[in-house]
């Protein structure tokens, strides 16, 4: 089960922080994604890590001003959005996969098995 939380309603150039919090079959888990959908727009990528070797992989959009990040711990992903433009606005999604085979299939949603409920960031200009 993962539970996404921390949107909001911000103005541009301010940021945010979401947790994804996972809980249950952690130990599965190869990798974790962000994904956000804009009123009328299809889900899109943002983020993901491999929580094995920690790399991570960016939106090109977002490359510079988001960062995803994993605590072991907490068994909670976060996403750090900086700079936050209003293009930004969405609900988004966090994601857990079993397993990512090949760099650019982290972008792909129907790679991941287990998705929480969105959380909505809203951003002002």
């Known amino acids: 089960q993962l539970q996404a939380s921390g949107g909001g309603s911000v103005q541009a150039g301010d940021s945010l922080r979401l947790s994804c919090a996972a809980s249950?079959?952690?130990?599965?888990?190869?990798?974790m994604g962000w994904f956000r959908q804009a009123p009328g727009k299809e889900r899109e990528f943002v983020a993901a890590?491999?929580?094995?070797?920690?790399?991570?992989y960016y939106l090109n959009f977002v490359e510079g001003r988001f960062t995803i990040s994993e605590d072991n711990a907490k068994n909670t992903v976060y996403l750090l959005m900086n700079s936050l433009e209003p293009e930004d606005t969405a609900t988004y999604y966090c994601?857990?996969?079993?397993?990512?085979?090949?760099?650019?299939?982290?972008?792909?949603?129907?790679?991941?098995?287990?998705w929480g409920r969105g959380t909505l960031v809203t951003v002002s200009s």
């Open positions: 249950g079959r952690t130990y599965k888990t190869y990798a």
């Open positions: 890590i491999n929580l094995s070797g920690r790399s991570t």
């Open positions: 994601a857990a996969a079993d397993y990512i085979g090949v760099p650019y299939q982290y972008m792909l949603a129907e790679k991941y098995q287990y």
